[in-house]
Protein backbone atom coordinates (compact mmCIF):
# COMPACT_ATOMS: atom_id res chain seq x y z
CA UNK A 1 0.00 0.00 0.00
CA UNK A 2 1.85 3.19 -1.09
CA UNK A 3 -0.30 5.65 -0.47
CA UNK A 4 0.78 9.35 1.11
CA UNK A 5 -0.16 10.38 4.43
CA UNK A 6 -2.12 13.62 4.67
CA UNK A 7 -0.47 16.28 5.94
CA UNK A 8 -2.51 16.65 9.24
CA UNK A 9 -5.33 15.81 11.26
CA UNK A 10 -8.79 17.57 12.63
CA UNK A 11 -8.94 16.19 16.38
CA UNK A 12 -11.56 13.81 16.39
CA UNK A 13 -13.89 14.85 13.40
CA UNK A 14 -13.56 13.31 9.85
CA UNK A 15 -14.13 15.88 7.65
CA UNK A 16 -14.63 16.70 4.07
CA UNK A 17 -12.18 17.89 1.83
CA UNK A 18 -12.44 19.48 -2.01
CA UNK A 19 -9.87 18.18 -4.06
CA UNK A 20 -8.96 17.86 -8.25
CA UNK A 21 -8.97 14.65 -9.14
CA UNK A 22 -6.21 14.78 -10.82
CA UNK A 23 -2.90 12.88 -12.28
CA UNK A 24 -0.43 15.65 -13.21
CA UNK A 25 -0.71 17.93 -16.12
CA UNK A 26 -1.88 15.97 -19.23
CA UNK A 27 0.23 16.43 -22.24
CA UNK A 28 -0.99 17.20 -25.34
CA UNK A 29 -1.85 14.03 -27.81
CA UNK A 30 -3.46 13.31 -31.04
CA UNK A 31 -6.98 12.95 -31.51
CA UNK A 32 -8.82 10.24 -33.26
CA UNK A 33 -8.86 10.91 -36.57
CA UNK A 34 -11.90 9.38 -37.36
CA UNK A 35 -15.19 9.22 -35.20
CA UNK A 36 -15.83 6.01 -37.08
CA UNK A 37 -18.36 3.02 -34.53
CA UNK A 38 -16.21 0.04 -34.16
CA UNK A 39 -18.12 -3.05 -35.76
CA UNK A 40 -21.66 -2.90 -34.93
CA UNK A 41 -21.54 -6.75 -34.61
CA UNK A 42 -20.72 -7.50 -30.28
CA UNK A 43 -17.41 -9.37 -31.30
CA UNK A 44 -15.19 -8.16 -34.72
CA UNK A 45 -14.49 -11.05 -36.70
CA UNK A 46 -10.24 -12.39 -36.42
CA UNK A 47 -8.52 -11.51 -39.55
CA UNK A 48 -4.68 -11.33 -40.26
CA UNK A 49 -2.47 -13.80 -38.47
CA UNK A 50 -3.27 -15.14 -35.54
CA UNK A 51 -2.50 -14.02 -32.49
CA UNK A 52 1.33 -14.94 -30.62
CA UNK A 53 1.26 -17.92 -27.49
CA UNK A 54 4.90 -15.82 -26.57
CA UNK A 55 4.26 -14.77 -23.29
CA UNK A 56 5.90 -11.52 -23.59
CA UNK A 57 4.35 -10.66 -26.87
CA UNK A 58 2.02 -7.84 -27.61
CA UNK A 59 1.39 -8.73 -31.28
CA UNK A 60 -2.22 -8.46 -32.88
CA UNK A 61 -4.06 -8.36 -36.25
CA UNK A 62 -2.50 -5.16 -38.51
CA UNK A 63 -4.01 -2.33 -37.61
CA UNK A 64 -4.14 1.43 -37.98
CA UNK A 65 -5.19 4.55 -36.51
CA UNK A 66 -9.12 4.62 -36.68
CA UNK A 67 -9.48 0.90 -36.96
CA UNK A 68 -9.51 -1.70 -34.11
CA UNK A 69 -7.30 -4.50 -34.18
CA UNK A 70 -9.04 -7.73 -34.83
CA UNK A 71 -7.51 -9.70 -31.59
CA UNK A 72 -5.13 -8.27 -28.82
CA UNK A 73 -3.06 -10.51 -26.46
CA UNK A 74 -4.66 -13.23 -28.01
CA UNK A 75 -8.49 -12.22 -26.91
CA UNK A 76 -10.63 -11.46 -30.08
CA UNK A 77 -11.39 -7.81 -29.53
CA UNK A 78 -15.31 -6.72 -28.69
CA UNK A 79 -17.20 -3.17 -28.46
CA UNK A 80 -18.11 -1.84 -25.23
CA UNK A 81 -22.01 -2.67 -26.05
CA UNK A 82 -20.61 -6.53 -26.08
CA UNK A 83 -18.54 -5.82 -23.11
CA UNK A 84 -21.41 -4.56 -21.19
CA UNK A 85 -23.74 -7.28 -22.03
CA UNK A 86 -21.04 -9.92 -21.03
CA UNK A 87 -20.66 -7.97 -17.97
CA UNK A 88 -24.23 -8.27 -16.97
CA UNK A 89 -24.04 -12.03 -17.74
CA UNK A 90 -21.99 -13.06 -15.61
CA UNK A 91 -19.00 -13.89 -18.42
CA UNK A 92 -16.09 -11.42 -17.20
CA UNK A 93 -16.21 -12.57 -13.73
CA UNK A 94 -12.48 -13.78 -13.33
CA UNK A 95 -12.27 -13.90 -16.95
CA UNK A 96 -10.17 -11.55 -19.61
CA UNK A 97 -11.84 -10.02 -22.41
CA UNK A 98 -10.64 -7.27 -25.09
CA UNK A 99 -12.95 -4.56 -25.49
CA UNK A 100 -12.36 -1.63 -27.86
CA UNK A 101 -14.01 1.52 -27.86
CA UNK A 102 -13.15 5.69 -27.70
CA UNK A 103 -11.82 6.80 -23.80
CA UNK A 104 -11.88 10.30 -22.31
CA UNK A 105 -10.42 11.54 -19.92
CA UNK A 106 -11.69 13.60 -17.44
CA UNK A 107 -10.23 15.51 -14.44
CA UNK A 108 -13.34 16.41 -11.93
CA UNK A 109 -13.55 18.36 -8.52
CA UNK A 110 -14.68 15.42 -6.10
CA UNK A 111 -14.87 15.69 -2.37
CA UNK A 112 -13.12 13.58 -0.67
CA UNK A 113 -14.09 9.86 -0.18
CA UNK A 114 -12.84 8.65 3.45
CA UNK A 115 -12.23 4.70 3.43
CA UNK A 116 -13.25 4.50 -0.50
CA UNK A 117 -12.09 1.42 -1.87
CA UNK A 118 -9.92 2.00 -5.08
CA UNK A 119 -12.10 -0.33 -6.85
CA UNK A 120 -15.16 1.72 -6.80
CA UNK A 121 -13.68 4.01 -8.98
CA UNK A 122 -15.12 7.02 -7.01
CA UNK A 123 -14.58 10.34 -9.42
CA UNK A 124 -11.93 8.53 -11.66
CA UNK A 125 -12.92 10.29 -14.56
CA UNK A 126 -12.97 8.08 -17.34
CA UNK A 127 -15.74 7.72 -19.99
CA UNK A 128 -15.61 4.06 -22.38
CA UNK A 129 -18.09 4.19 -25.36
CA UNK A 130 -18.20 3.08 -28.52
CA UNK A 131 -18.91 6.58 -30.30
CA UNK A 132 -16.37 9.70 -29.76
CA UNK A 133 -19.86 11.42 -29.07
CA UNK A 134 -20.80 8.67 -25.89
CA UNK A 135 -17.66 10.39 -24.17
CA UNK A 136 -19.45 13.47 -23.50
CA UNK A 137 -19.49 13.85 -19.79
CA UNK A 138 -22.22 16.29 -20.78
CA UNK A 139 -25.04 14.31 -22.07
CA UNK A 140 -23.25 11.53 -23.62
CA UNK A 141 -24.63 7.65 -24.31
CA UNK A 142 -22.96 5.23 -23.16
CA UNK A 143 -19.62 4.27 -21.20
CA UNK A 144 -21.80 3.61 -17.77
CA UNK A 145 -20.02 0.46 -16.78
CA UNK A 146 -16.50 2.43 -18.15
CA UNK A 147 -13.47 0.37 -16.48
CA UNK A 148 -11.53 1.75 -13.77
CA UNK A 149 -7.61 1.64 -13.55
CA UNK A 150 -6.16 -0.08 -10.52
CA UNK A 151 -2.48 0.48 -9.58
CA UNK A 152 -1.28 -3.12 -11.03
CA UNK A 153 -2.73 -1.33 -14.46
CA UNK A 154 -0.01 -1.86 -17.07
CA UNK A 155 0.45 1.51 -19.50
CA UNK A 156 -2.45 3.15 -17.07
CA UNK A 157 -0.82 6.38 -17.03
CA UNK A 158 -1.56 6.61 -20.90
CA UNK A 159 -5.10 7.30 -20.49
CA UNK A 160 -4.35 10.48 -18.72
CA UNK A 161 -1.87 11.74 -21.23
CA UNK A 162 -3.11 10.61 -24.38
CA UNK A 163 -6.85 10.84 -23.76
CA UNK A 164 -7.13 13.78 -22.00
CA UNK A 165 -7.84 16.61 -24.80
CA UNK A 166 -10.12 14.37 -26.90
CA UNK A 167 -11.30 11.04 -27.29
CA UNK A 168 -8.80 8.14 -28.57
CA UNK A 169 -9.29 4.84 -29.49
CA UNK A 170 -8.20 2.33 -27.24
CA UNK A 171 -8.30 -1.23 -26.60
CA UNK A 172 -8.48 -2.49 -23.12
CA UNK A 173 -7.75 -5.94 -21.73
CA UNK A 174 -10.31 -6.05 -18.45
CA UNK A 175 -12.09 -8.74 -16.08
CA UNK A 176 -14.71 -8.46 -13.10
CA UNK A 177 -15.23 -9.62 -10.02
CA UNK A 178 -11.99 -8.84 -8.40
CA UNK A 179 -10.83 -10.30 -5.28
CA UNK A 180 -10.94 -6.23 -3.96
CA UNK A 181 -14.53 -6.44 -4.54
CA UNK A 182 -15.15 -7.42 -0.60
CA UNK A 183 -13.52 -4.26 0.57
CA UNK A 184 -16.62 -1.99 -0.19
CA UNK A 185 -19.12 -1.54 1.86
CA UNK A 186 -21.99 -3.89 2.59
CA UNK A 187 -24.60 -1.89 0.17
CA UNK A 188 -27.40 -3.05 -2.37
CA UNK A 189 -26.57 0.36 -4.01
CA UNK A 190 -22.91 -0.65 -4.65
CA UNK A 191 -21.74 -3.68 -6.57
CA UNK A 192 -18.25 -3.57 -6.98
CA UNK A 193 -18.27 -7.36 -8.48
CA UNK A 194 -19.81 -5.81 -11.60
CA UNK A 195 -16.77 -2.96 -11.70
CA UNK A 196 -14.28 -3.91 -14.56
CA UNK A 197 -10.75 -3.52 -13.83
CA UNK A 198 -8.47 -2.62 -16.59
CA UNK A 199 -5.36 -5.37 -16.65
CA UNK A 200 -3.46 -3.34 -19.49
CA UNK A 201 -3.94 -0.55 -21.70
CA UNK A 202 -2.80 -2.53 -24.27
CA UNK A 203 -3.33 -0.12 -27.81
CA UNK A 204 -4.35 3.11 -27.98
CA UNK A 205 -4.58 5.41 -31.58
CA UNK A 206 -3.47 2.45 -33.70
CA UNK A 207 -0.04 1.24 -32.24
CA UNK A 208 0.44 -1.79 -29.41
CA UNK A 209 1.52 -1.20 -25.93
CA UNK A 210 4.54 -3.30 -24.44
CA UNK A 211 3.61 -4.74 -20.83
CA UNK A 212 5.38 -2.52 -18.21
CA UNK A 213 6.10 -3.06 -14.59
CA UNK A 214 5.58 0.51 -13.43
CA UNK A 215 5.72 -0.29 -9.46
CA UNK A 216 5.50 1.75 -6.61
CA UNK A 217 8.08 4.39 -6.88
CA UNK A 218 9.67 3.24 -3.71
CA UNK A 219 9.79 -0.23 -5.02
CA UNK A 220 13.36 -1.27 -6.73
CA UNK A 221 13.03 -4.57 -8.16
CA UNK A 222 16.15 -7.16 -8.60
CA UNK A 223 14.55 -9.14 -11.27
CA UNK A 224 13.55 -7.72 -14.83
CA UNK A 225 10.49 -8.27 -16.56
CA UNK A 226 11.97 -11.06 -18.77
CA UNK A 227 13.35 -12.82 -15.88
CA UNK A 228 9.68 -12.66 -14.26
CA UNK A 229 7.82 -13.85 -17.56
CA UNK A 230 10.33 -17.02 -17.34
CA UNK A 231 9.44 -17.83 -13.93
CA UNK A 232 6.11 -17.24 -13.63
CA UNK A 233 4.41 -17.70 -17.57
CA UNK A 234 4.22 -21.22 -18.71
CA UNK A 235 4.12 -21.98 -22.77
CA UNK A 236 1.10 -21.68 -24.29
CA UNK A 237 0.30 -18.69 -21.48
CA UNK A 238 -0.27 -15.30 -22.34
CA UNK A 239 1.26 -12.26 -19.63
CA UNK A 240 -1.45 -9.76 -18.82
CA UNK A 241 0.34 -7.89 -16.18
CA UNK A 242 3.45 -8.04 -14.22
CA UNK A 243 3.58 -5.67 -10.77
CA UNK A 244 6.36 -5.76 -8.44
CA UNK A 245 5.04 -4.34 -4.92
CA UNK A 246 6.19 -5.26 -1.49
CA UNK A 247 3.99 -8.10 0.05
CA UNK A 248 2.72 -6.04 3.24
CA UNK A 249 0.60 -3.98 0.27
CA UNK A 250 -0.66 -7.09 -1.38
CA UNK A 251 -4.14 -5.76 -0.38
CA UNK A 252 -3.61 -3.23 -3.12
CA UNK A 253 -4.00 -5.99 -5.74
CA UNK A 254 -5.03 -9.19 -4.36
CA UNK A 255 -6.51 -9.58 -0.68
CA UNK A 256 -6.10 -13.28 -1.02
CA UNK A 257 -2.57 -13.17 -1.34
CA UNK A 258 -1.92 -11.58 1.81
CA UNK A 259 0.23 -12.93 3.94
CA UNK A 260 2.31 -14.73 0.89
CA UNK A 261 6.04 -13.91 0.40
CA UNK A 262 8.08 -11.26 1.62
CA UNK A 263 10.05 -8.29 0.70
CA UNK A 264 9.58 -7.45 -2.71
CA UNK A 265 7.05 -9.37 -4.91
CA UNK A 266 5.81 -9.72 -8.58
CA UNK A 267 2.12 -10.07 -9.23
CA UNK A 268 1.72 -11.66 -12.31
CA UNK A 269 -1.47 -12.26 -14.15
CA UNK A 270 -1.70 -14.66 -17.05
CA UNK A 271 -4.53 -15.65 -19.64
CA UNK A 272 -5.12 -19.45 -20.81
CA UNK A 273 -5.42 -20.27 -24.25
CA UNK A 274 -9.28 -18.98 -25.72
CA UNK A 275 -10.91 -22.29 -26.05
CA UNK A 276 -12.72 -22.60 -29.67
CA UNK A 277 -15.46 -19.92 -29.57
CA UNK A 278 -15.29 -18.20 -26.39
CA UNK A 279 -14.91 -14.70 -26.46
CA UNK A 280 -12.69 -14.39 -22.71
CA UNK A 281 -9.96 -16.33 -21.59
CA UNK A 282 -9.29 -18.00 -18.12
CA UNK A 283 -6.78 -15.70 -15.85
CA UNK A 284 -3.88 -17.23 -13.30
CA UNK A 285 -2.65 -15.34 -10.63
CA UNK A 286 0.71 -16.15 -9.40
CA UNK A 287 2.72 -14.16 -7.54
CA UNK A 288 6.67 -14.45 -7.80
CA UNK A 289 9.71 -14.10 -5.36
CA UNK A 290 11.89 -10.74 -6.29
CA UNK A 291 14.76 -12.32 -4.42
CA UNK A 292 15.09 -16.02 -5.88
CA UNK A 293 12.36 -15.77 -9.26
CA UNK A 294 10.07 -19.03 -7.24
CA UNK A 295 6.42 -19.12 -7.68
CA UNK A 296 4.83 -18.07 -4.08
CA UNK A 297 1.64 -18.72 -5.00
CA UNK A 298 -0.82 -19.21 -7.66
CA UNK A 299 -4.64 -19.34 -7.89
CA UNK A 300 -7.13 -18.82 -10.15
CA UNK A 301 -8.33 -15.30 -11.24
CA UNK A 302 -11.54 -16.18 -10.57
CA UNK A 303 -12.74 -16.03 -7.07
CA UNK A 304 -14.00 -18.61 -5.16
CA UNK A 305 -17.91 -19.11 -4.61
CA UNK A 306 -16.92 -19.57 -0.99
CA UNK A 307 -14.84 -16.83 -0.55
CA UNK A 308 -16.06 -14.51 2.15
CA UNK A 309 -13.61 -12.42 4.22
CA UNK A 310 -14.31 -9.56 7.10
CA UNK A 311 -14.52 -5.61 5.81
CA UNK A 312 -12.21 -4.32 7.65
CA UNK A 313 -12.10 -0.18 8.41
CA UNK A 314 -8.72 0.90 9.96
CA UNK A 315 -8.62 4.64 11.09
CA UNK A 316 -6.78 7.32 12.90
CA UNK A 317 -6.86 10.14 15.80
CA UNK A 318 -3.59 12.58 16.68
CA UNK A 319 -3.83 15.47 19.32
CA UNK A 320 -0.98 17.44 17.71
CA UNK A 321 -1.69 18.53 14.24
CA UNK A 322 0.81 20.56 14.00
CA UNK A 323 3.78 17.68 14.55
CA UNK A 324 5.40 16.22 11.31
CA UNK A 325 4.23 12.63 12.14
CA UNK A 326 2.00 10.01 10.74
CA UNK A 327 0.03 7.36 11.93
CA UNK A 328 1.11 4.19 10.82
CA UNK A 329 -0.49 0.99 11.32
CA UNK A 330 0.17 -3.03 10.77
CA UNK A 331 -1.87 -5.95 10.63
CA UNK A 332 -0.56 -9.39 11.89
CA UNK A 333 -1.32 -12.81 11.96
CA UNK A 334 0.79 -14.19 14.34
CA UNK A 335 4.35 -13.07 13.62
CA UNK A 336 3.33 -11.99 9.44
CA UNK A 337 2.37 -8.79 8.77
CA UNK A 338 -0.27 -9.10 6.31
CA UNK A 339 -0.63 -5.42 5.56
CA UNK A 340 1.49 -2.17 6.74
CA UNK A 341 0.23 1.07 5.36
CA UNK A 342 -0.94 5.01 6.67
CA UNK A 343 -3.64 5.45 8.86
CA UNK A 344 -5.85 7.83 8.50
CA UNK A 345 -9.48 8.72 6.94
CA UNK A 346 -7.89 7.81 3.22
CA UNK A 347 -6.76 4.43 4.57
CA UNK A 348 -8.94 1.93 2.51
CA UNK A 349 -10.77 -0.94 3.83
CA UNK A 350 -9.00 -4.48 4.07
CA UNK A 351 -10.80 -7.74 3.06
CA UNK A 352 -9.00 -10.28 5.39
CA UNK A 353 -10.11 -13.64 6.04
CA UNK A 354 -11.71 -15.02 9.09
CA UNK A 355 -9.83 -15.37 11.85
CA UNK A 356 -7.77 -13.75 15.00
CA UNK A 357 -5.58 -11.14 14.33
CA UNK A 358 -3.39 -8.25 16.40
CA UNK A 359 -3.91 -4.55 15.21
CA UNK A 360 -0.99 -2.42 15.81
CA UNK A 361 -0.63 1.29 15.42
CA UNK A 362 2.56 3.07 15.47
CA UNK A 363 3.75 6.92 14.49
CA UNK A 364 6.80 7.89 11.69
CA UNK A 365 8.41 10.92 11.17
CA UNK A 366 8.96 13.77 14.02
CA UNK A 367 8.81 13.93 16.72
CA UNK A 368 7.90 10.77 18.10
CA UNK A 369 6.04 10.25 21.60
CA UNK A 370 7.83 7.79 23.74
CA UNK A 371 5.59 4.74 23.75
CA UNK A 372 3.30 5.84 21.30
CA UNK A 373 2.28 2.26 20.12
CA UNK A 374 -0.78 0.00 20.78
CA UNK A 375 -1.74 -3.60 19.92
CA UNK A 376 -5.02 -4.67 19.96
CA UNK A 377 -6.08 -8.25 19.24
CA UNK A 378 -9.12 -8.93 17.39
CA UNK A 379 -11.27 -11.58 16.10
CA UNK A 380 -12.82 -11.37 12.30
CA UNK A 381 -15.53 -13.52 11.39
CA UNK A 382 -16.51 -14.62 7.94
CA UNK A 383 -18.42 -11.64 6.08
CA UNK A 384 -18.04 -9.39 9.23
CA UNK A 385 -17.90 -5.36 8.77
CA UNK A 386 -15.69 -4.31 11.17
CA UNK A 387 -13.58 -0.89 12.24
CA UNK A 388 -11.09 0.35 14.17
CA UNK A 389 -9.43 3.28 15.56
CA UNK A 390 -6.19 3.99 16.79
CA UNK A 391 -6.30 7.40 19.08
CA UNK A 392 -2.80 8.85 19.91
CA UNK A 393 -2.73 11.34 22.64
CA UNK A 394 0.98 12.65 24.11
CA UNK A 395 2.60 8.96 24.56
CA UNK A 396 -0.11 6.76 24.81
CA UNK A 397 -2.01 5.21 22.24
CA UNK A 398 -5.34 3.11 22.41
CA UNK A 399 -7.55 1.23 19.74
CA UNK A 400 -11.21 1.69 19.91
CA UNK A 401 -13.86 0.21 17.75
CA UNK A 402 -16.18 2.61 15.46
CA UNK A 403 -19.10 2.12 13.42
CA UNK A 404 -18.11 0.78 9.80
CA UNK A 405 -21.93 1.70 8.61
CA UNK A 406 -20.86 5.21 8.22
CA UNK A 407 -18.00 3.84 5.29
Known amino acids: ?35 AVPSASPITQPSGPAP ?15 V ?10 MTVAAADTALAAGQLDGRFAAVGGYWRQYA ?40 VAMPETSNGDVLWSDASDAPVLVV ?34 GPSLSIVDSGPSAVSPKLSLDEVVSAGVKPGEQLITAYPLLATSLSDVDPRLMGKGSGIVWLVRVAQPVSGSDQTAAGTVRLISDADGSVV ?3 P ?25 D ?41 QPSGATCDQPITLAAGADAAYKATFTGSTCKWAPFDPTKF
Open 1 to 35: MQRAALSAFVVGVLVVILAACTGGPPTPSPAASSD
Open 52 to 66: TSTPTSTASAPASEG
Open 68 to 77: FPATMLGLPV
Open 108 to 147: LPCAFAMHMPDIEGFCAGGKFADTAAGTDMNGGVGGDNTP
Open 172 to 205: LIVHADDSRSWQCAHDPNINCRQQMVIDDVAWVN
Open 297 to 299: DEL
Open 301 to 325: LAVAADYNPARLVLDSQYSDNSADT
Open 327 to 367: PHFQLLDGTTVLADDVLNIGTPPIAVDAGDYVLHAYLTGAP
